[in-house]
């Protein structure tokens, strides 16, 4: 199993990025693909998280309305596209892959795969 995570960047406040998961060796029917990022100084945080059969979703409550996860299982790539980004929204992003239920998703113990992170800078 191998994830590969990319698009991240400098942008302005307000302005949007979509990053991009390539993975390849999931099983689409026994895993989900959840970003997190991590800040420095700070713990690893949940972002966001898609389920590669049928598409059940969660998130964090600070990405509501913002941000967007998806997925073309024909590419084997997960996207989140991120929009109204703020400068609390800087930290270096991963994808994870789990075969964890959805009710355990925020917590990384439970991802088993991560790819390189790609760092996102938000200016203000």
């Known amino acids: 199993v191998q994830l590969q995570a990319s698009g991240g960047g400098l942008v302005q406040a307000g302005g949007y990025l979509r990053l991009s998961c390539v993975h390849s060796?999931?099983?689409?029917?026994?895993?989900?693909v959840g970003w997190f990022r991590q800040a420095p100084g700070k713990d690893r945080e949940f972002v966001m998280a898609?389920?590669?059969?049928?598409?059940?979703?969660r998130y964090v409550d600070s990405v509501k309305g913002r941000f967007t996860i998806s997925k073309d299982n024909a590419k084997n790539t997960v996207y989140l596209k991120m929009n109204s980004l703020k400068p609390e929204d800087t930290a270096v992003y991963y994808c994870?892959?789990?075969?964890?239920?959805?009710?355990?998703?925020?917590?990384?113990?439970?991802?088993?795969?991560w790819g390189q992170g790609t760092q996102v800078t938000v200016s203000s």
């Open positions: 994870a892959a789990t075969r964890s239920n959805s009710g355990s998703w925020s917590s990384p113990v439970y991802y088993s795969h």
């Open positions: 060796g999931l099983t689409f029917g026994s895993y989900a």
């Open positions: 898609i389920r590669l059969s049928g598409g059940t979703t």
